[in-house]
């Protein structure tokens, strides 16, 4: 499930014309990439959570054919936030358990492990997580040593403990691993926020999990991170390692 229904309000100076997950990024839209990274880690079915100029996505992707994917729509009147959007397209689910991704932020993490890893935990939910430097944009995670979420600091509070520990910060990269039963207990038609709502009541319940992987990650949330995207995600896809290099070859040739 990939959510890309959201305003995208901070980026307008840089890029207005449509949802951001269409932002181009060297030619191509940045859902291009999401959607061919998720064919090469093997994924054959997407559900796009689509809202604001919902059509611009539609007419771009269609049937997902042209990466191998069998994409279906779950088109909303009116915002749900990220939550909501998820359980306004639960009818849409087969499965027990579903990834589920930003559609304005990319994280470059092995989705098999982080669904192991899920798995192992017996989780309601795990949170894709990547250490990085500079948390000026982000809320910190804090784990135990099982690998539980047990806070989630904001600023005031991060500033703090950044004070006691040096090095890279623990953030959310973007990417989750759900399992259907959590959808099921949200409530329909209501706006709704995963990070203000749904996973501060997994995190009473100690069943909220961080996955940890040193991966790249970024995202287009404002202006010059967008153009940061634009330098680094086509050196990823074309400049990168073998292992990038053959994961492009197992998609799509760019």
């Excluded at 909501?84 to 009818?91: D, F, I, Q, S, Y």
């Excluded at 492990?113 to 017996?122: A, D, K």
């Amino acid at each position: 499930m990939l959510l890309a229904g959201g305003l995208g309000t901070r980026l307008r100076t840089a890029f207005a014309s449509g949802p951001k997950c269409m932002a181009p990024i060297a030619g191509r839209p940045f859902l291009y990439y999401l959607l061919h990274r998720l064919r090469s880690e093997g994924v054959e079915e997407v559900i796009l959570c689509v809202g604001y100029k919902k059509s611009h996505i539609r007419t771009y992707v269609g049937t997902g054919r042209k990466w191998g994917l069998r994409v279906r729509y779950s088109p909303e009147r009116q915002l749900l936030g990220t939550g909501g959007a998820l359980r306004h397209a639960l009818h849409l689910l087969s499965a027990d358990r579903m990834f589920v991704l930003n559609g304005d932020s990319f994280l470059d993490l092995n989705l098999r492990t982080l669904l192991e890893f899920h798995t192992n935990h017996r989780a309601m939910a795990t949170v894709g997580a990547v250490r990085v430097e500079n948390t000026s944009r982000y809320g910190t995670l804090k784990l135990d040593n099982k690998g539980r979420i047990i806070a989630f600091l904001e600023k005031p509070e991060r500033e703090k403990d950044e004070a006691r520990e040096s090095g890279k910060q623990v953030i959310n990269g973007g990417i989750y691993v759900f399992e259907k039963e959590l959808l099921k207990r949200l409530s329909p038609r209501r706006v709704i926020s995963l990070e203000r709502e749904v996973f501060p009541s997994l995190l009473r319940g100690n069943n909220l999990y961080g996955y940890v992987e040193q991966s790249f990650f970024l995202d287009i949330g404002v202006p010059e991170d967008l153009e940061r995207a634009r330098h680094e995600l086509p050196q990823l896809f074309q400049l990168g390692d073998s292992e990038s290099r053959a994961r492009c070859a197992a998609g799509i040739t760019l």
